[in-house]
């Protein structure tokens, strides 16, 4: 424990590289890290109102980014770890997946996801389809997306290059099946780059921030059956798929479907579109 709070530590600095331009919110951006470091270093000497300094922390990160849209990796990866070290394993999970949609290919983003999902008590397995599609998707944590924009921009201008020549200049005949190719080719990033915006930008993902929540059958908990044998963990992740009144169905990574009420989950969506880089 003592090496992985030292190595969230240093990774704070990351966030220092990701300032609002607004002087207040910069301001106050670093106050709350700065009140983080000191609760980290607290722990570190088990003095024991190192927790409270470390939800306070917490509270302050999450307030500057939701008032001044300060929608970025290093904001978010500061905010998780801060519940992380609170043993806040749903907010957590929430806060690094907030910032592993903005950039999927930064590595310490991806470490700090599956450190968190690895804290949460029940977890839910997910089925052969979402592993297929997980599989698919995994160039996601490899490859920038604006490199397959990059790729296909090129070979689209490269394929209409080739047939111009031909038809215009003469060129040799294999201009013609060479610019098909490439033509082809060039739509494979454009398959993956509207996949990911499908399954994730477009996706109502969510995540259960409360513990202990029954997840039932039907929207009502008077009525309908629990779905599983034990309450759901803070942390679980899913898709909501439609609600009602004050419930929510989700679908969840083994392919269940079971209702649970909003006030469980929050969405990873944030509020605002606008992303401050």
Request: hydrophobic share 45%; net charge negative.
């Amino acid at each position: 424990m003592k090496t992985t709070r030292i190595s969230i530590l240093l990774i704070l600095l990351f966030a220092r590289c990701c300032w609002a331009s607004d002087t207040d919110a910069q301001h106050e951006l670093e106050s709350a890290l700065s009140k983080l470091e000191t609760g980290i270093t607290m722990l570190e000497q088990h003095e024991p109102d190192a927790r409270l300094t470390l939800r306070e922390a917490a509270a302050d990160l999450q307030r500057v980014i939701d008032a001044y849209q300060i929608h970025t990796p290093g904001a978010y990866h500061a905010l998780g770890n801060a519940y992380t070290l609170v043993g806040d394993e749903g907010r957590a999970v929430l806060a690094y997946k907030r910032g592993e949609r903005i950039a999927p290919t930064d590595p310490r983003l991806k470490d700090s996801l599956d450190m968190a999902r690895s804290q949460v008590q029940i977890k839910v397995e997910p089925d052969t389809p979402h592993r297929i599609v997980s599989l698919l998707m995994s160039w996601r944590g490899i490859v920038p997306r604006t490199l397959l924009w990059g790729i296909s921009l090129g070979l689209f201008t490269l394929a209409w290059l080739m047939l111009t020549a031909r038809v215009g200049f003469g060129a040799p005949r294999w201009f013609i099946p060479a610019a098909i190719w490439s033509l082809g080719v060039s739509l494979i990033p454009l398959v993956a780059l509207t996949t990911e915006w499908v399954l994730y930008e477009n996706a109502d993902e969510v995540v259960i921030t409360q513990a202990g929540i029954i997840a039932r059958s039907g929207p009502d908990d008077s009525i309908y059956d629990p779905v599983y044998s034990e309450p759901l963990s803070a942390g679980v992740e899913g898709t909501v798929i439609e609600n009602r009144d004050a419930w929510a169905l989700l679908e969840l990574a083994d392919g269940t479907e079971c209702w649970v009420p909003q006030e469980a989950f929050e969405p990873v969506s944030v509020s605002s579109p606008a992303q401050i880089q």
